[in-house]
Nanobody, 122 residues
């Protein structure tokens, strides 16, 4: 069993930036694809970004051009750089391992972390 731990969330003004990290608890954790999701109060969890071990990436339309997902395989860590933040980006951000199938569906992922809160003030 592996645990994923997210960090880096916080309160930021609109237009600001944050970098989230997702670290695996086990050094030997090997993954083929990892993703970031977010969940706003009263809303369903939604896809944000995914990275494959090849380095290829996918983004939700709402964050394309503003967010960048990356990985440091030596550190077993996946990052989400978020720029030009908007109030609608507010939510709890989760990382998880993509098992296969549709990368935008949360049911295609496992090993969910506990999440990190991102709040963007207008």
């Amino acid at each position: 069993q592996v645990q994923l731990v997210e960090s880096g969330g916080g309160l930021v003004q609109a237009g600001g930036s944050l970098r989230l990290s997702c670290a695996a608890s086990r050094r030997t954790f090997s993954w083929t694809a990892m993703g970031w999701f977010r969940q706003a109060p009263g809303k369903e969890r939604e896809f944000v970004a995914r990275i494959r071990w090849t380095g290829s990436t996918d983004y939700a339309d709402s964050v394309q051009g503003r967010f960048t997902i990356s990985s440091d395989n030596a550190k077993n860590t996946v990052y989400l750089q978020m720029n030009s933040l908007k109030p609608e980006d507010t939510g709890v951000y989760y990382c998880a391992q993509h098992l296969g199938g549709s990368y935008s569906k949360s049911s295609s992922y496992n090993y969910w972390g506990q999440g990190t809160q991102v709040t963007v003030a207008s």
